[in-house]
């Protein structure tokens, strides 16, 4: 049983940067990942941001390589089944061994919303987060033409990406309002998630109109106005007036049936017509990997703003659970940016209570902390909305 001082979880941007810190003053760290290699999701993720690229596998190249110097114990390709308290240790077994440690940091990210609609099942069906990884990290093609089900922020993001990497997409469209989709197939609320990417929109009165929307809650008779065949953005269709009905084909993707929609998301009838496709990308958003912190004996509390549930923790990372701490999209939805912050705030917090910062272990963590509020608040992609202030109230809770 090989044991370190910290153990982590997840090897994405809070595990790395929070590997990297604590190394850094003298703690002997591991860090485990179910993925063939480090970076997380970082690895295909890119935008542009304030006239640059920022390139997440650079950035995750970066942190793998400062980890590397400082002798961090990266392991990828092995997936935690099990950790427990054992006499003020935390053993955490995975297939062919087990590993202890003082201290055990979850950094486990986020797992996509399953969308499940008629033909799901057939071969050139994925989720929008494997459109990316084979697009961005394998650098293959998902297909010919593909069509993304889903208006999020997610699918948004990835769907530049994907533009950028020259795939060709017939559209984004909305899922059909039923029993598994409520306001999420509404034309309504899907202007709402949008008009706080308004800022990310390459024309210009694209971007007035969406802030004139936010400012005086203009979503309504946006929807209603918006055009039946969509708006092109990065010269992809944006359809908030169609859904998609089902995917059709005999052993793999053929095409997708569309269908008009009213402004509550009823099917017009006749209006029904085929869009020919052979791959289709779900966009159901993400949720916090919660699961370990379960099992670590953790209580989960439930946060919309934050993407559902997730662990117990104040705003230094530490769980009611000794020993336990969490950071990145586990503690909620955010972009990499805040979750690389997040890691060195548990970083610092975890070297401060094994009593390795001496004098400065105060201040120390008290920047990081603020180093993050100021990362959130400059953010140019926020999942969902009011997460600033949904932080400050789970804090104070």
């Given at each position: 049983?090989?044991s370190f001082?910290?153990?982590?979880?997840?090897?994405g941007?809070?595990?790395?940067?929070?590997?990297?810190?604590?190394?850094?003053?003298?703690?002997?760290?591991?860090?485990?990942d179910?993925f063939?290699?480090?970076?997380?999701?970082?690895?295909?993720?890119?935008?542009?941001?304030?006239?640059?690229?920022?390139?997440?596998?650079?950035?995750?190249?970066q942190?793998i390589e400062?980890c590397?110097v400082k002798?961090?114990?990266?392991?990828?390709?092995?997936?935690?089944?099990s950790?427990?308290?054992?006499?003020q240790?935390?053993?955490?077994?995975?297939?062919?061994?087990?590993?202890t440690?003082?201290?055990v940091?979850?950094?486990?990210?986020?797992s996509e919303?399953p969308?499940?609609?008629?033909?799901?099942?057939?071969?050139?069906?994925?989720?929008?987060?494997?459109?990316?990884?084979?697009?961005n990290?394998?650098?293959?093609?998902?297909?010919r033409?593909?069509?993304?089900i889903?208006?999020?922020?997610?699918?948004?993001?990835?769907?530049?990406e994907?533009?950028?990497?020259?795939?060709?997409?017939?559209?984004?469209?909305?899922p059909?309002?039923?029993?598994?989709?409520?306001k999420e197939?509404?034309?309504?609320?899907?202007?709402?998630?949008?008009?706080g990417?308004a800022?990310?929109?390459?024309?210009p009165?694209?971007?007035i109109?969406?802030?004139?929307?936010?400012?005086?809650?203009l979503a309504g008779?946006?929807?209603?106005?918006?055009p039946?065949?969509?708006?092109?953005?990065?010269?992809?269709?944006?359809?908030?007036?169609t859904?998609?009905i089902s995917?059709?084909?005999v052993?793999?993707?053929?095409?997708?049936?569309?269908a008009d929609v009213?402004?509550?998301?009823?099917?017009i009838?006749?209006s029904?017509?085929?869009?020919?496709?052979d791959?289709?990308?779900?966009?159901?958003?993400l949720s916090p990997?919660?699961?370990l912190?379960?099992?670590?004996g953790?209580?989960?509390?439930?946060a919309?703003e934050l993407?559902g549930?997730?662990p117990l923790?104040?705003?230094?990372m530490?769980?009611p659970?000794?020993g336990?701490?969490?950071?990145?999209n586990?503690?909620?939805?955010?972009?990499?940016l805040?979750?690389?912050?997040?890691?060195?705030v548990?970083a610092?917090?975890?070297?401060?209570?094994?009593?390795v910062?001496?004098?400065?272990r105060e201040p120390?963590?008290?920047e990081?902390?603020e180093?993050?509020?100021?990362?959130r608040?400059?953010a140019?992609?926020q999942?969902?909305?009011g997460i600033?202030?949904a932080?400050e109230?789970?804090?104070?809770?």
């Amino acid at each position: 049983m090989t044991s370190f001082d910290l153990l982590i979880v997840g090897a994405g941007p809070a595990g790395l940067s929070a590997a990297a810190a604590a190394a850094e003053h003298g703690l002997s760290v591991a860090v485990l990942d179910e993925f063939p290699q480090p970076g997380g999701r970082m690895l295909g993720q890119f935008h542009e941001e304030k006239g640059r690229w920022w390139v997440g596998r650079q950035v995750a190249e970066q942190l793998i390589e400062e980890c590397s110097v400082k002798g961090v114990d990266i392991r990828c390709g092995v997936s935690v089944h099990s950790i427990l308290r054992i006499e003020q240790r935390w053993v955490v077994r995975v297939a062919g061994g087990s590993f202890t440690a003082a201290r055990v940091l979850l950094a486990t990210g986020a797992s996509e919303i399953p969308q499940p609609i008629p033909g799901w099942t057939l071969p050139g069906v994925m989720s929008i987060g494997a459109a990316q990884v084979m697009a961005n990290v394998h650098y293959v093609k998902p297909g010919r033409r593909g069509l993304i089900i889903g208006v999020n922020v997610l699918a948004m993001a990835i769907a530049r990406e994907l533009s950028v990497s020259g795939i060709s997409l017939a559209g984004i469209v909305l899922p059909e309002r039923n029993s598994v989709f409520g306001k999420e197939a509404l034309p309504k609320e899907a202007v709402k998630r949008l008009l706080g990417l308004a800022h990310l929109a390459p024309s210009p009165l694209m971007r007035i109109g969406g802030k004139l929307g936010a400012s005086f809650g203009l979503a309504g008779a946006v929807s209603r106005f918006y055009p039946r065949g969509g708006l092109k953005i990065w010269d992809i269709p944006l359809r908030l007036r169609t859904s998609a009905i089902s995917i059709n084909g005999v052993h793999h993707v053929e095409s997708v049936t569309l269908a008009d929609v009213t402004g509550r998301g009823e099917i017009i009838p006749g209006s029904e017509r085929e869009e020919n496709v052979d791959f289709v990308a779900l966009a159901g958003g993400l949720s916090p990997l919660a699961e370990l912190a379960a099992v670590a004996g953790c209580p989960l509390v439930y946060a919309e703003e934050l993407g559902g549930h997730i662990p117990l923790h104040n705003e230094e990372m530490q769980t009611p659970v000794e020993g336990l701490y969490v950071a990145g999209n586990i503690t909620g939805i955010e972009s990499a940016l805040v979750a690389m912050a997040q890691g060195s705030v548990a970083a610092a917090a975890i070297c401060r209570d094994a009593g390795v910062l001496g004098k400065d272990r105060e201040p120390h963590l008290l920047e990081a902390m603020e180093h993050v509020r100021r990362i959130r608040a400059e953010a140019l992609i926020q999942f969902h909305s009011g997460i600033s202030d949904a932080r400050e109230q789970f804090y104070k809770k």
